[in-house]
């Protein structure tokens, strides 16, 4: 069994920054890669961004510059610092991972329930 729990959402102001943490736990051997996909009312999740086992990161075009991901190897979290949030960040915001249970296990894909993230003009 394979958890991934978000926290650090809320409800800011534009300009304002947010730090989103996600916990990995569960029966993992590695985590391949982990990131940040977020979902708008009325629209598809879409990638934020994601970083590998070697830390190479990819950001989506309308984040780049303003948020930044790193992972904790450790205590397999990752982590989103969100700054100068603008009103159309706003959404839910879902940590996924592809993780190893063993070995020899091919990777699967997990994902959190969510948490929201609410910015006010």
């Known amino acids: 069994q394979v958890q991934l729990v978000e926290s650090g959402g809320g409800l800011v102001q534009a300009g304002w920054s947010l730090r989103l943490s996600c916990a990995a736990s569960?029966?993992?051997?590695?985590?391949?890669?982990i990131g940040w996909y977020r979902q708008a009312p009325g629209k598809q999740r879409e990638l934020v961004a994601t970083?590998?086992?070697?830390?190479?990161?990819n950001y989506a075009d309308s984040v780049k510059g303003r948020f930044d991901i790193s992972r904790d190897n450790d205590k397999n979290n990752v982590y989103l610092e969100m700054n100068s949030l603008k009103p159309e960040d706003t959404a839910v915001y879902y940590c996924?991972?592809?993780?190893?249970?063993?070995?020899?296990?091919?990777?699967?894909?997990?994902w959190g329930q969510g948490t929201q993230v609410t910015v006010s003009s």
């Open positions: 996924n991972a592809v993780i190893q249970r063993s070995s020899w296990a091919r990777g699967n894909g997990y």
């Open positions: 970083i590998t086992a070697g830390s190479s990161t």
């Open positions: 569960g029966s993992i051997f590695r985590i391949n890669s």
